[in-house]
């Protein structure tokens, strides 16, 4: 049993004070405890040492001087999550030089509230987008001023034959924009440094005042390739506000859905990282296999990406019989292809002399830093919301977490080669055993001074939605934490002491969201 700390009084017979919940499950606000910052802080602290993840820890103003923080903290070991909260104003101290995984998340209180946290070691705007603050923010940006990404402090390392590279926002192909910043030695890197925040759209602030006609579009372009994902995330989120579950066959179209995501965006990936490498034979064949399970996708719902398919309550098509006849036959199809291209590049040794010892992160610094999904998994760590937090239809059918233990390139890519293969499997599982029934539920109105945790393992790994609600029942604040929040700063770390040629393979092997971050 967790102690609460007496509010008025401040006393406590046991240092940690958070509110143990479920995946998905509903609670009342009024429930969780509030608490002096030392037993926040001490809270946070020990969790982390006893293995806990902070998956999510953000700000909402309470009136016009006091901002209530909020942590959610992940028991991977437990399937348990936590929630505390504080009250802060103009500043409190920073976690981060204990505690780096909340190194970000203090960066993105401080641009979004004004609320400083003292201590940081390197407070840097998170997206850049013009300050809603109420007054000036932790920059002295008054309220809705802009800044150029490209302006402002950038870590540096000076000495003789030091150089710095800068690359971007604009990039060569189509791909999203990002400001990287390389401090080298000759070819060594001393440190790469992140710029992100050109693809802000202020999704969160929209979803304020929700859900309406709009919420599930916006959920779906959260992170485009990611749209079942975050889709998934949000349906549990509003499953578990108006205690609507999903019908089981549902759920399991669900799950063949995020399981077809994952094998695209895998697929995509290892062939990119052949690219990268101009090993051809694989990068080709990968190129037009991620094609193959896009076309599975749209076989279901007439979206390639998965728009439209879920939806609260349920999906929105269903399958017969001769609709999951041909989704295997192509399934097992794409598979036999894959298999042989994937095999040459383990088989290939100036494949394998590339991928092999670049970009290694240790387990420890991953625990650290907070990493999640593939990118966590190759260092060795076990962690999958579907095996540890699950909800839907990975209640019925767990998937085995695919790990390996060298955290390098290759790791990250014999990761996902995994979990395609597991994925499959997992396919054919769910189309024997479809269960017969309806494909959608009724929406009940959602609770009025509500709360809820919403996880859900992306091919990038967790994602994470808090959701709460006010007096009429509608959205009061809706956090969202894509995977990529947590692991730009692992693409950073890969790259210390890492030749600067070995960028393109690490940022690959990494593959994170750029508009996933800036929401």
């Keep these: 049993m967790?102690?609460?700390?007496?509010?008025?009084?401040?006393?406590?017979?046991?240092?940690?004070?958070?509110?143990?919940?479920?995946?998905?499950?509903?609670?009342?606000?009024?429930?969780?405890?509030?608490?002096?910052?030392?037993?926040?802080?001490?809270?946070?602290?020990?969790?982390?040492?006893?293995?806990?993840?902070?998956?999510?820890?953000?700000?909402?103003?309470?009136?016009?001087?006091?901002?209530?923080?909020?942590?959610?903290?992940?028991?991977?070991?437990?399937?348990?999550?936590?929630?505390?909260?504080?009250?802060?104003?103009?500043?409190?101290?920073?976690?981060?030089?204990?505690?780096?995984?909340?190194?970000?998340?203090?960066?993105?209180?401080?641009?979004?509230?004004?609320?400083?946290?003292?201590?940081?070691?390197?407070?840097?705007?998170?997206?850049?987008?013009?300050?809603?603050?109420?007054?000036?923010?932790?920059?002295?940006?008054?309220?809705?001023?802009?800044?150029?990404?490209?302006v402002g402090d950038f870590f540096q390392v000076a000495g003789e034959e030091v150089h710095e590279v800068a690359v971007g926002p604009v990039h060569a192909g189509i791909i999203e924009p990002g400001h990287l910043r390389f401090q080298c030695h000759g070819e060594n890197v001393a440190h790469l440094e992140i710029a992100l925040g050109y693809q802000h759209r202020g999704i969160e602030r929209a979803l304020i005042g929700g859900p309406n006609k709009r919420t599930a579009h916006q959920m779906e372009v959260i992170a485009g390739d990611t749209t079942v994902g975050h889709s998934?995330?949000?349906?549990?989120?509003?499953?578990?506000?108006?205690?609507?579950?999903?019908?089981?066959?549902?759920?399991?179209?669900?799950?063949?859905?995020?399981?077809?995501?994952?094998?695209?965006?895998?697929?995509?990936?290892?062939?990119?990282?052949?690219?990268?490498?101009?090993?051809?034979?694989?990068?080709?064949?990968?190129?037009?296999?991620?094609?193959?399970?896009?076309?599975?996708?749209?076989?279901?719902?007439?979206?390639?990406?998965?728009?439209?398919?879920?939806?609260?309550?349920?999906?929105?098509?269903?399958?017969?019989?001769?609709?999951?006849?041909?989704?295997?036959?192509?399934?097992?199809?794409?598979?036999?292809?894959?298999?042989?291209?994937?095999?040459?590049?383990?088989?290939?040794?100036?494949?394998?002399?590339?991928?092999?010892?670049?970009?290694?992160?240790?387990?420890?610094?991953?625990?650290?830093?907070?990493?999640v999904g593939p990118a966590a998994r190759a260092c060795g760590a076990e962690l999958d919301v579907r095996h540890d937090f699950p909800a839907g239809i990975y209640r019925f059918a767990s998937i085995p977490v695919s790990t390996y233990h060298s955290g390098d390139v290759f790791a990250r890519a014999f990761v996902r080669w995994l979990e395609i293969q597991r994925s499959a499997a997992f396919i054919h599982e769910q189309v024997r055993s479809l269960p017969q029934g309806p494909i959608q539920a009724a929406m009940q109105p959602l609770g009025a001074n509500m709360a809820v945790v919403s996880m859900a393992e992306g091919w990038r790994g967790e994602i994470c939605h808090v959701a709460m609600t006010n007096e009429a029942g509608n959205f009061s604040r809706y956090k969202i934490v894509d995977p990529s929040f947590h692991n730009w700063f692992g693409l950073a770390q890969a790259l210390r002491n890492q030749q600067i040629s070995d960028f393109p393979l690490c940022n690959k092997s990494f593959n994170l969201s750029y508009c996933g971050h800036d929401l």
């Design 2 to 150: 967790i102690a609460f700390e007496n509010a008025a009084t401040g006393a406590s017979s046991n240092s940690l004070a958070y509110l143990p919940i479920r995946n998905c499950e509903s609670f009342c606000i009024d429930d969780i405890p509030v608490v002096s910052f030392e037993t926040f802080r001490r809270t946070i602290l020990k969790s982390i040492d006893d293995g806990a993840r902070l998956s999510s820890f953000f700000g909402q103003m309470q009136d016009a001087e006091t901002l209530r923080l909020f942590a959610v903290l992940a028991q991977d070991a437990t399937g348990t999550l936590g929630i505390v909260a504080t009250d802060v104003q103009e500043s409190f101290p920073s976690l981060t030089p204990e505690c780096p995984q909340a190194h970000r998340f203090e960066c993105e209180i401080a641009e979004q509230w004004g609320v400083r946290p003292e201590g940081h070691p390197w407070l840097k705007m998170v997206r850049y987008h013009r300050s809603y603050a109420a007054g000036c923010d932790a920059w002295g940006r008054t309220a809705g001023q802009a800044i150029d990404p490209c």
């Design 232 to 371: 998934l995330a949000y349906c549990q989120v509003l499953g578990a506000l108006a205690s609507t579950p999903a019908p089981a066959r549902a759920g399991a179209l669900r799950g063949i859905c995020l399981e077809l995501e994952r094998m695209a965006n895998h697929a995509g990936d290892l062939g990119a990282l052949a690219g990268d490498v101009g090993f051809l034979p694989t990068a080709s064949f990968c190129g037009r296999l991620r094609g193959s399970f896009l076309n599975m996708t749209a076989l279901l719902c007439g979206n390639r990406f998965g728009r439209g398919m879920l939806l609260p309550g349920g999906v929105r098509y269903d399958a017969d019989e001769a609709r999951l006849e041909d989704l295997i036959k192509r399934l097992d199809e794409t598979m036999r292809d894959l298999t042989g291209a994937i095999d040459l590049l383990w088989e290939t040794p100036s494949v394998m002399a590339r991928f092999e010892e670049t970009g290694a992160i240790s387990l420890d610094l991953a625990r650290e830093i907070g990493l």
